[in-house]
């Protein structure tokens, strides 16, 4: 819930920029705080950033560094998101008739008030590093130089100046109606009728304390084989230890390390060419696996923080380490588990050599692309979990990694109803794709833009579609 609103006021006031949100409230971020940034899996994926428990100056020898701070009013800020989801479905059969009807509304409203920003000032910051060295024995140092991971520092950070709270309300009905007939030559006619009523509220308030950290920017640190540092003043400039050597600092992916930067259709043709293995294996699952799976998965984007918890789940099965199920939040525990069980039983029989082409890996390419879209891009993609939808939305992504004219025709998008449509093209122009309907022709044009969200979204859309055909 705090995860989310943070997330959400970033998208908001900083696109793109360099804010980090603050995943807890417990994370006590300081100015000069260290932050470790950590590898991902894909190159495309926004790093993962763990706030330790030092600053700069634990970490240093001889005399502390003492920051210049300057403090400015940032903004007021008070938003609310709010989901609405309707299904109905109805069933006749020769002897019965099922009729269900469902509804679910969910509102976050995040009431920051009054914002702040303190804000290091760098060029004494500069100045006080010359010929400062860090201490090389020290734990954090040691730990982090093993695990090839990047030292950054707090250089600001977005701070709440008054007592606030975030309010998230949910609400869930449903209804299911039904008739059951028996009848035969020798016994008379039997009528069962069953009616039932689902209904679920909730409403919980989270009270936020003056000086929380909802946000923050980092400096990274390049450190050299003595100890002396630079600081990476540049926002492509990256840090890491010097022991590393390029090929060792570069993030895992399926093509190395590098960013596609204004990708051209050529470039991400090649990627979902390189990935097709995965989407293949995916497809090819057991019918009641591919089932469960997309249902499960659909059922988590409704929550960023469960989404994120599955995410994290899925890390820890990939580096070989126990994950505990107690530690996800409630509100969709049972559909990550149902994900895990599906995945430990694909799993069994194989060995460490052969799970770079399992489900596992196949499902965690899925979700790692799923958890960097933005909040309302979720929103409009659960809307749009239909396999029929998704038939539509393959096509659109063979638009965009092909020839940019798409095996879609204007008819097969004339028969979604508005709400569909319009959410397939806000989920398209979010990754920088615009549609153009030409009679009966559809046709994608990329607005070349710095980041992957093209390729993102590719991955996510043909990875649900896998799951559903």
């Keep these: ?76 800020y008070n938003g609310t998101y709010s989901d609405n989801i309707q299904g109905t479905m109805d069933a006749n059969f020769i002897h019965s008739n099922m009729n269900m009807k469902g509804e679910e509304s969910s509102k976050l409203q995040s009431s920051f008030g009054s914002l702040k920003k303190d804000e290091v000032d760098v060029r004494k910051l500069l100045q006080d590093s010359k010929n400062r060295v860090l201490d090389m024995s020290h734990c954090l ?35 299911c109606a039904g008739t059951l007939s028996l009848c035969g030559p020798k016994s008379p006619k039997v009528s069962l009728k069953d009616n039932g009523s689902l209904s679920k509220d909730s409403n919980v308030t989270m009270e936020i304390r003056t000086n929380t950290t909802l946000a923050y920017a980092l400096i990274e640190l390049e450190v050299k084989h003595d100890g002396r540092y630079e600081l990476c003043l540049m926002s492509n400039t990256k840090g890491g230890f010097e022991v590393d050597s390029p090929g060792k600092e570069g993030l895992q992916g399926v093509t190395g390390a590098s960013v596609l930067k204004n990708p051209e259709i050529s470039r991400l043709r090649q990627e979902m060419d390189h990935l097709c293995g995965h989407f293949q294996l995916l497809a090819t699952l057991p019918a009641s696996a591919k089932s469960s799976l997309l249902q499960h998965i659909t059922a988590v984007l409704e929550d960023r923080t469960s989404l994120s918890a599955l995410q994290s789940m899925l890390d820890q099965m990939l580096l070989d380490k126990s994950a505990d199920i107690a530690d996800v939040p409630l509100a969709h525990k ?46 409009a993609l659960r809307v749009c979990c239909s396999a029929d939808v998704l038939k539509i939305m393959e096509l659109l992504v063979k638009c965009v990694s092909a020839s940019g004219e798409s095996p879609a025709s204007g008819a097969d998008l004339a028969v979604l109803t508005e709400d569909v449509l319009s959410n397939i093209e806000h989920l398209f122009a979010s990754a920088n794709v615009t549609l153009r309907r030409d009679s009966d022709a559809v046709r994608t044009e990329i607005n070349h833009k710095p980041g992957n969200r093209p390729l993102i979204m590719c991955i996510a859309l043909r990875g649900l579609y896998s799951l559903a055909h």
């Design 141 to 175: 140092i040691q730990q982090t130089r093993k695990n090839r991971q990047v030292f950054g520092i707090v250089k600001e950070r977005i701070v709440t100046s008054q007592p606030c709270c975030v309010i998230e309300e949910m609400q869930q009905t449903g209804q």
């Design 1 to 76: 819930m705090f995860a989310t609103a943070t997330r959400n006021f970033v998208e908001e006031v900083d696109p793109g920029g360099l804010l980090i949100p603050v995943r807890s409230p417990n994370d006590s971020l300081t100015l000069l705080t260290v932050v470790v940034r950590q590898k991902r899996f894909w190159f495309w994926q926004k790093p993962k950033h763990l706030p330790t428990d030092f600053t700069l100056n634990d970490i240093l020898t001889g005399d502390t560094i003492a920051p210049d701070v300057i403090e400015t009013d940032f903004i007021k």
């Design 334 to 379: 049972e559909n990550i588990q149902a994900v895990l069980d599906v995945l430990v039983e694909s799993e069994k029989g194989l060995a460490k050599t052969e799970r770079s082409t399992t489900v596992l890996r196949a499902v965690h390419l899925v979700t790692s692309a799923l958890d960097e879209l933005t909040s309302d891009c979720l929103a």
